[in-house]
């Protein structure tokens, strides 16, 4: 019989047993005859080096500078720049709905006023509802998340001008 | 083979996780608190979801909002790393409920290792060797006080659902056992809710001697030799080493031959650990089986090369282990010294704050896991482990000298570590000539060694 | 052992021969020159001596300097690292008439191996595989084209003292062969004062491999396996692995017994590489020897687990090397690559400049070799290599994953560097089969692989 | 014969083996003897965790500083305080000396007045002599090297003031 057939045959059933046994690699010997098989890992699409190194870079460069300017001074809290408005956050992770059912209005659109407490929509978690309220009085100035999109904690929702309800 | 996981867990074992991840292609989703907005993890991964405050029964533990992100963004398992829900059988239970793989084994399998009396019978049943002592558990004082005398003392109390050193004394002779088993089983039932208790011959000035294991879902088991974890304060461990300087090579093989053994009789799959008690005459005997990775599985790698968190993931896709025992070589010597953000002087308190400066050790044969940067800020929310360095050497003294030159470089600016602590460990005779037991560290405390 | 080593060096090479240094014990001297007032390694070592200014021949080629310093600081032995003066014959001849001992082969040795017509010969006496070609040199254009009609074309012409590519030219045909020999001839004397020439049938798109070399002072040789370094820009490697894709294990058995001769051959001590060109055919031939460690020795560090630095010291030590050939395992597969501070779109320019950020990869099977830290400035006046990344994996693809995954998330801000070039070549599919010879880069560049 | 005797024999002469051999580390298996023969490796003495991590503590810590300021302004050249001062600094790696040999007056005393091109010292490396010259006519107000010391590239020698000889 034909060496040369012997051993591709020999390779097709090492190759069999590769996937039977889900190996990402076989080494096979027998006196002179030596086969190694390795199986490709599969390419990870979607990530690029400028992609990874670039979140990294930002996390280092924001951190260094920031824990530089808090070395001279107290730092103040966070952007305070629109003190009239109240944001209202998720407290939780889930999904986000803005009416009771698919089929149902909304419990609010912006520019309605609303009062404290008054349901403004729901987050999903795992048949968990969570009813999400104003926390304050004032007009829904804006939605700030997607009906039926998942919302992480602490996400904000819905932007609410107190100020307005003052006046 | 996975394509997204979910890592439930933060710091220097998300980062590990992650990496071990993108090595095998796999996408990655990491979960933090709003206490962790700006740490490493959750750049390093390819998408992440806040699920939480800083508290971590609110966030790391909080079970709805980890499968929820689990689910919102398509993961198809979660590796739960250590601590934290990585040993809670209801959160493996969830994961499978809801079709997520659960990076690790199944809830029974840890359900029934949890129970600390249950997985000392298991043991017994297994033929692996345990502390002598009472098969039955006890709920009553003078009951167990009945069945204490025909064990003989020193008399080891323990909860049946303890963990952490908690619900466990030792009762020395007939005159504090009473007190001592009282005292344990209030212990037990404030912190498990249980106050369930057994007892066990205590073992003298042991060494702690564990064996890590891999297992598949074919039925495949193999150890990987031991580590050495016989440095520890308050059942904390502070350096780890393998091999193990007291074991010679016919008690390492019955360790691991025993740890395989014990691995088979629960159906044990993925990595795992089980913990001895070594004593001075060479005995072992069977403490606990941790159902997850360790902290300290990097001194195994480095003496086995085998990459102990990529082969959890290539088990929990349903691969067949790609080698055999025969193929497990001990090769070399490793050790780990755990750097926290810690001040030894003042009773090992948490040191939190934001370091500003950092050179960490490198070259050859020297590993360093962290998760910190320049300008990382340290929480008070978590545990204080902030690096882990691990060397490799030919010998031991090898090992060692290389830890204290690494040691000897590393500098981290901003909180206090225990880096000079580990220093004086390295340099310290008893460690050195390999006789440090499991009382080592309070002797070291008190200058006695 | 040596009680105190001067490091002849800089950058990462002094760092990675300090750390070794102070895990057996000895104690270390820097030198440097004024730009290097803030390197890493003079504040690494225990004494450190400034021996001129920036330019290279001032301080770190300016034996007088170099020989003072250790004999001030009273150091025993000097470590020349590589590049500089570690090739040096004379220096190493100066060290030992100063009772320094130089840390690699003796002078007589490297001046053997140093001269290329020489080395050709000799190995051609040891039975070593050299390419076909002329035994005698020539200084004569016309008297060469004789020669050459009976060597047959392509031909490699040399220069005896040549390195680097200087004085090498390849003559295609008879019609050419004039006019190379003399450009080839005319560098040869710019470059080293010398226009002895020899002349070689050229090898048509070779890979580069070497043999990795340690021998002691009572004879004792061992090879610790081969390196692929194919993928190289103008004879300058940039990344380094081991095994081989290339050499089965029969070829690998003979191509290390054939170094182990080359060194017998002409005594060689301490640690050295034997570099050879294999053709398409498998065949494979002397090219030349390295008397000193090599910048890419890590990736068979990672494969062997022996401490090559290390041994070398000890070597230096007058001890007897610690295991035999039998005890050498290849276990796994290993890849560097070589960060350099250079702008790879404008023909590799280098790019000096200070460093005000970096994160560097680390965990499971990752080494990264350097001296940079945050603030340190490159200065133009010596190589561009500013870090090298290691990796190792159980097979050669789980090796490209994990330098993948190392790149990734490899930050250096400050400098340009060829980070997202080495990149490319990791994802490259010629690359990653195992497939590229030494033609492999320009291709590249011209987008043809 | 004792088998233990036996074995404490084995020992010793697997020790002289080590000491011939200058081995550091020794395995020996003769069907159930198995004896690990490990030498300990001499401890570093004055070298210590705070000595070694200062060090490198100094250098990132000046370092960072220094490449933060650089960015903000160009940074001036290094301490122009004593613009009168001229200090004369060694060309080579070598030993000083003030006179021409250890029997013979110094070459200048401080308080001295000096001429440009004087001769100042020696400094002396594998036997090369190489003169040191005042490079400005002035008065020599510190020697900063000892004499027969270790002098590096660079290290001032002399400090001379320029300005009192203008006077």
């Avoid at chain 1, 998340?145 to 929702?157: F, H, I, M, R, T």
């Avoid at chain 2, 050193?165 to 007939?174: D, N, Q």
């Amino acid at each position: 019989m034909d060496k040369k057939k012997l051993q591709a045959q020999t390779v097709r059933e090492l190759l069999d047993i590769m996937d039977e046994g889900n190996l990402s690699a076989i080494r096979y010997k027998d006196g002179d005859v030596k086969i190694e098989l390795e199986r490709a890992l599969p390419r990870v699409d979607g990530l690029s080096l400028p992609h990874m190194a670039q979140r990294v870079r930002e996390l280092i460069d924001t951190e260094a500078s920031a824990s530089g300017t808090t070395q001279g001074a107290a730092s103040a809290p966070v952007a305070q720049d629109e003190s009239s408005d109240t944001l209202v956050r998720s407290p939780m992770v889930g999904t986000f709905y803005v009416g009771p059912s698919p089929d149902e209005d909304p419990f609010v659109k912006p520019g309605q006023e609303v009062l404290t407490g008054q349901t403004l929509a729901i987050v999903e978690a795992m048949k968990m509802m969570d009813e999400i309220k104003a926390p304050a009085p004032g007009i829904v100035t804006e939605v700030l998340a997607a009906n039926g999109s998942q919302v992480e904690y602490d996400q904000p929702l819905f932007r609410i001008s107190t100020e307005a309800s003052a006046q | 083979m996975l394509k997204k996981v979910l890592i439930a867990n933060r710091g220097e074992i998300a980062v590990r996780i992650i990496r071990a991840c993108r090595a095998l292609g796999i996408k990655t989703v990491a979960v933090y608190s709003t206490a962790d907005r700006q740490a490493l993890h959750v750049y390093l991964a390819d998408e992440a979801v806040c699920i939480g405050p800083p508290p971590a029964r609110d966030s790391y533990l909080n079970t709805t909002a980890i499968i929820t992100a689990a689910l919102g963004t398509g993961a198809d398992a979660i590796h739960p790393g250590y601590g934290f829900l990585s040993e809670n059988a209801t959160f493996a239970k969830m994961c499978r409920d809801n079709g997520i793989v659960f990076v690790g084994p199944a809830p029974e399998v840890i359900d029934r290792m949890g129970n600390k009396s249950q997985a000392r019978r298991t043991m017994m049943d297994a033929g692996v060797p345990v502390t002598p002592g009472c098969r039955e558990s006890f709920h009553d004082a003078q009951t167990a006080f009945e069945a204490a005398k025909q064990l003989g003392w020193p008399i080891m109390i323990k909860a049946s659902s303890g963990g952490g050193g908690k619900g466990m004394r030792v009762s020395e002779s007939e005159d504090d056992f009473i007190e001592e088993f009282t005292i344990a089983q209030r212990e037990s039932q404030n912190a498990f809710g249980d106050n369930t208790m057994y007892l066990e011959r205590a073992v003298m000035d042991p060494r702690h001697v564990e064996v890590q294991v891999l297992a598949d879902t074919f039925g495949n088991v193999v150890a990987l030799g031991e580590r050495d974890c016989s440095i520890q304060r308050n059942h904390q461990k502070m350096v780890e080493e393998s091999p193990s300087p007291a074991l010679d090579p016919a008690t390492r093989e019955r360790m691991m031959a025993d740890a395989v053994k014990a691995c088979k009789a629960v159906g044990y799959t993925s990595a795992g650990t089980i913990e001895f008690l070594l004593d001075r005459d060479g005995n072992y005997y069977f403490m606990e089986m941790n159902t997850r990775v360790q902290v300290e599985h990097c001194v195994t790698e480095f003496v086995t090369h085998v990459d102990i968190v990529r082969e959890m993931l290539c088990i929990a896709a349903g691969e067949k282990l790609s080698f055999t025992q025969d193929d497990v070589r001990l090769d070399g010597h490793a050790i780990e010294c755990r750097i926290n953000a810690e001040i030894p002087e003042k009773n090992f308190m948490p040191s939190p704050g934001t370091i500003t400066q950092t050179h960490l050790p490198g070259g050859n044969g020297v590993r360093v896991d962290t998760a910190i940067y320049d300008g990382f800020t340290i929480t008070p929310y978590y545990d204080s482990l902030i690096a882990k360095v691990i060397v490799r050497g030919r010998t031991r003294l090898e090992a060692i000298e290389k830890m204290r030159t690494a040691l000897e470089e590393m500098v981290i600016v901003g909180v206090h570590t225990n880096l000079d602590f580990q220093y004086s460990i390295m340099e310290n005779d008893t460690f050195r000539a390999g006789k440090a037991d499991t009382g080592f560290i309070d002797k070291f405390l008190k200058g006695e060694v």
